[in-house]
């Protein structure tokens, strides 16, 4: 699987949008880019995932650069509820028993 | 649907002790996977298995063993517990081949190994 760089935390204003880089320089043609969150001592949740085509459901958009070398997870509206770490992982769909392999990710603290 | 399940939430057991994590899923998902989590660290995949019968290793299995007698149950099984098992495990399930294979986590067990 392909390597990701995500910064280690960022603070973002409630209401406002939350703008969260991944990059992934190494990334193969067939390895898509998944985003998780994991919100204090919860399980992590799925939020979205694309290829190259950018992505949008209910609760973020992903944005993937032409060359597919970069990407940012857009939170639209943060909400208090959205503070968690952020996780960018990049990976064949469908790889063996769906494996995930975490990275460090992303602090996210939304203030009031 | 309760989703996935994972007894206990707590544990704490002694240098030596065996104990027996458990996950079940009513989703009828093929896969299953255990991680674990270090604290301020990512998740790191111990075993994983695509069906039952059928379990493999992860990155880190050495300490664990698995089973899959049936769809639905994941157990984790702790042979000799070590102060470096001290962790936060998690269990997931996903479904195979679909267009979508999203993961779906428990909300884990704290263990704590004296």
Redesign the interface.
């Known amino acids: 699987d392909a390597k990701t760089t995500q910064p280690p935390s960022m603070d973002c204003a409630e209401g406002r949008a939350a703008n969260l880089p991944c990059n992934h320089s190494t990334i193969s043609g067939n390895e898509y880019v998944y985003w998780y969150r994991q919100i204090h001592s919860q399980g992590p949740q799925y939020i979205i995932h694309g290829l190259k085509n950018n992505e949008t459901n209910e609760m973020a958009s992903l944005i993937i650069t032409e060359d597919r070398k970069s990407s940012t997870l857009i939170l639209p509206h943060a909400t208090l509820r959205d503070t968690a770490v952020y996780y960018c992982i990049v990976r064949v769909m469908r790889a063996a028993g769906n494996k995930l392999t975490f990275g460090g990710g992303t602090r996210v603290l939304v203030k009031p | 649907n309760a989703g996935?399940t994972q007894t206990p939430k707590f544990q704490v057991l002694k240098t030596g002790q065996s104990m027996t994590l458990q996950c079940a899923q009513d989703m009828n998902h093929e896969?299953m996977?255990w991680?674990r989590q270090d604290p301020g660290?990512?998740?790191?995949?111990i075993h994983?298995?695509?069906g039952a019968g059928i379990t493999?290793q992860?990155?880190v299995p050495n300490g664990y063993n698995v089973s899959r007698s049936t769809t639905e149950d994941f157990p984790l099984r702790l042979l000799s517990a070590a102060p470096s098992q001290t962790s936060?495990y998690?269990c997931?399930s996903?479904r195979?081949?679909q267009t979508?294979?999203?993961?779906?986590?428990?909300?884990?067990t704290r263990l704590t190994v004296l």
């Open positions: 996935v896969y996977s991680y660290m990512g998740l790191r995949l994983y298995s695509v493999d992860g990155e936060v998690f997931a996903s195979a081949g979508t294979d999203t993961q779906y986590f428990g909300p884990g």
